[in-house]
């Protein structure tokens, strides 16, 4: 399986659509419409303008010098692209006079963490949302959850090891010091106190299965050594089945993961440097050839039968 997920590809009709179905009326796209240039300058080329970036900058109008979010008018159309949107920019689309629903590509899969996440909350639980805090479907889903439960993002397994010694620490005082490093991730009404007693987990679409299974587990084995195996589905609502994981992104690295195991001499992964589901493709192929693994955005990349043009990582996902 290669390309675009059936989410994507939907977005991406719906916004080559919606700009031909709308001359002469400014199209907006929330942020990116998914993390490949290509795909979003080509929408740019005819005419698509983006509200903010995907770290939720407000882009500016080059004619006028201001803000695209100060001078949407209810003739304007703005497209919510496949990651969703948090509520509070559909807040201000509404205060515009815009309608939500009929230029809303959210992925379908994406929305359905976010049932998960109501389900849990109003069941009593706590929901620890396995994705990065800066990604725009992160954010959204974070944004839906916290209405419904007390919320918190992590972002690995090294980050899993730092809450599990918040759920296990005795002192109060402890137990607050060592979840400084969530207060910028957790929901406003956060009780260190009271909101780990009942964890369920959901995930950002995008990431490795076998990564946000390792979390799930994790967690359950803290949790039976807190509260004793005998009642645990009372602490964890989640079964190691995780059933918010995007199938598209697993079938994916499945295909992959079959695919590596031929002879092969390099391996070569194309897509967005900023994507996230490009980045765990990758990953997996670093994982078995090491340095003979590439990441690159296009064919342009591929100089020649013996040079190639790629990412190096760690480097700053921020810069431009």
């Known amino acids: 399986h290669f390309g675009f997920c059936l989410g994507v590809q939907n977005a991406i009709e719906r916004a080559y659509e919606t700009i031909a179905a709308h001359p002469g009326r400014r199209v907006f796209m ?3 419409l998914i993390h490949n240039p290509f795909v979003n300058e080509d929408l740019k080329s005819r005419g698509l303008h983006y509200l903010q970036s995907d770290k939720g900058v407000p882009a500016v109008d080059s004619e006028t010098g201001k803000l695209f979010w100060d001078v949407l008018t209810d003739e304007d159309v703005v497209i919510i ?3 969703g949107a948090r509520d509070e920019d559909k807040v201000k689309l509404i205060e515009s006079g815009l309608p939500l629903n009929a230029y809303d590509a959210t992925c379908m899969l994406v929305e359905k963490v976010w049932k998960a996440a109501k389900r849990y909350g109003q069941r ?3 929901v620890v949302i396995h994705g990065k805090a800066e990604h725009e479907e992160t954010k959204a889903t974070f944004s839906n959850s916290a209405k419904y ?3 918190l993002i992590v972002r690995d397994m090294k980050e899993a090891v730092l809450l599990a010694g918040v759920i296990q620490a005795e002192d109060s005082d402890e137990r607050e010091r060592l979840f400084e490093s969530f207060r910028d991730r957790c929901s406003s009404d956060f009780d260190v106190s009271r909101h780990f007693e009942k964890l369920a987990l959901v995930n950002q ?16 084995e803290v949790l039976k050594k807190r509260y004793g195996s005998a009642h645990i589905e009372e602490h964890m609502a989640m079964s190691s089945k995780g059933d918010t994981l995007c199938y598209a992104t697993q079938v994916n690295q499945d295909a992959l993961t079959q695919a590596i195991e031929e002879p092969i001499d390099i391996a070569i992964v194309v897509g967005g440097k900023n994507s996230s589901n490009t980045y765990q493709l990758y990953r997996i192929c670093e994982l078995a050839f090491g340095d003979r693994a590439f990441y690159i955005q296009s064919e342009a990349n591929i100089q020649s039968k013996t040079e190639i043009e790629h990412f190096i990582f760690p480097y700053n996902r921020n810069d431009p």
Request: aromatic share 10%.
């Open 30 to 32: 929330l942020s990116e």
């Open 124 to 126: 009593g639980f706590t």
């Open 81 to 83: 692209p496949a990651f």
């Open 149 to 151: 439960a007390p919320s």
């Open 205 to 220: 679409t995008t990431l490795l299965r076998n990564e946000t299974l390792k979390i799930i587990d994790y967690l359950e």
